[in-house]
């Protein structure tokens, strides 16, 4: 597609819920990033797939967090037993390459409620 | 450990003024310095970016100024237009392009008519 696509645009979940976040990158894109971006912040790193494999997991802040590409192109960021700090924007960005810089879709916001 | 801080939080400048946001970041393996403009709803789209080679860059109306010895950069906006209001975060990471990248917490600027 012409952009990285995230879908839903809007999530509400009630605490203990599970959600599935999904972002389809732009196609042919190897590079795959997930970030977390609380209300009035920065964006965080949360993880990075190149191609099917997850490279660096390093910022997803609790096990309950779990994201798969299992073919190297669609992703799919999984939050289990949801928490209410658990609420924010969850952006995911793709790059050609690891020389080029990266487009970030519009991202999911997440409300736990 | 925050590793980028942004100043000011947010920026009133009337238009056609020059709006300059401030970063300075502490980890000196750091050589890839972004900055990005967001508007509400959106992720976050790349505006320009530099490298510690340089001192200054310049892409049509947006210049980074880079002091590596004070390890600050910032970022100025020429000839500010209604249409330049957003959020502008710099960022930071080590590696050009796609590479995991830690961003500082965001200015809003407001340019008024």
């Known amino acids: 597609g012409a952009g990285v696509s995230q879908s839903p645009r809007y999530k509400v979940a009630k605490r203990g819920q599970d959600v599935a976040l999904r972002c389809d990158p732009i196609?042919?894109?190897?590079?795959l990033f997930w970030y977390q971006q609380a209300l009035g912040q920065g964006p965080e790193f949360l993880t990075y797939?190149?191609?099917?494999?997850?490279?660096?997991k390093s910022g997803l802040p609790s096990d309950r967090f779990f994201a798969e590409r299992p073919e190297g192109s669609v992703s799919t960021l999984k939050i289990q037993r949801t928490q209410q700090e658990d609420s924010a924007v969850y952006l995911c960005?793709?790059?050609?390459?690891?020389?080029?810089?990266?487009?970030f879709g519009s991202g999911t916001r997440l409300t736990v409620v | 450990q925050q590793q980028v801080k942004q100043s000011p939080q947010s920026l009133i400048v009337q238009k056609g003024g020059i709006p300059i946001i401030n970063c300075a970041y502490e980890?000196?393996?750091?050589?890839?310095f972004p900055w990005y403009q967001q508007f509400p709803g959106k992720g976050p789209a790349l505006l320009i970016a530099?490298?510690?080679?340089?001192s200054e860059k310049k892409e049509g109306r947006f210049t980074i100024s880079f002091n590596k010895s004070a390890k600050q950069f910032s970022l100025h906006i020429m000839d500010s237009q209604p249409g330049d209001s957003a959020t502008y975060f710099c960022?930071?990471?080590?590696?050009?392009?796609?590479?995991?990248?830690?961003f500082g917490q965001g200015t809003r600027l407001t340019i008024n008519p």
């Open positions: 960005a793709s790059s050609q390459s690891v020389n080029y810089g990266y487009t």
């Open positions: 196609s042919g894109h190897v590079s």
């Open positions: 797939f190149q191609n099917e494999a997850q490279l660096d």
């Open positions: 980890n000196t393996a750091f050589d890839y």
């Open positions: 530099i490298r510690p080679d340089v």
């Open positions: 960022a930071a990471s080590m590696g050009r392009g796609a590479q995991k990248l830690v």
